[in-house]
């Protein structure tokens, strides 16, 4: 015997529903349902990339680098403008179109980078 309970909720008032089955009957119902449902050959959410594990490592290195270089730049960017340093967030730049250029061997920039 399987029982099922359902919780249910009308006009707020919660009331379940209890109902039991013969187990080849619940067993036949459930490969019915299976079997009146679409199969579903794509997986939801993002594409994963199709990179070797050496691959995978180097460009997480290289995420975590630019998110370095960022966090450095917003750094430089919030000093007051007597202090800050226009050569340094220049050399900063410059270091982000390296990765940008780096990060291409591994899958392609992001989207966020463009």
Known sequence: ????????R?????FTII???HTHCW????IKSIES??????????TRLSLPDNAKKARVKILARRAAVMQRIREEADTPPD???IEKIIRLGVLLSNLRAD???YGGAPKSWK
């Open 83 to 85: 202090q800050r340093s």
């Open 103 to 105: 990060i291409e061997c």
């Open 19 to 21: 109902t039991r089955y």
């Open 1 to 8: 015997m399987v029982v099922v309970k359902l919780f249910k």
């Open 10 to 14: 009308r006009k707020g008032q919660p």
């Open 37 to 46: 449902k679409p199969v579903v050959k794509s997986r939801r959410g993002r």
């Open 27 to 30: 067993i036949e119902q459930g």
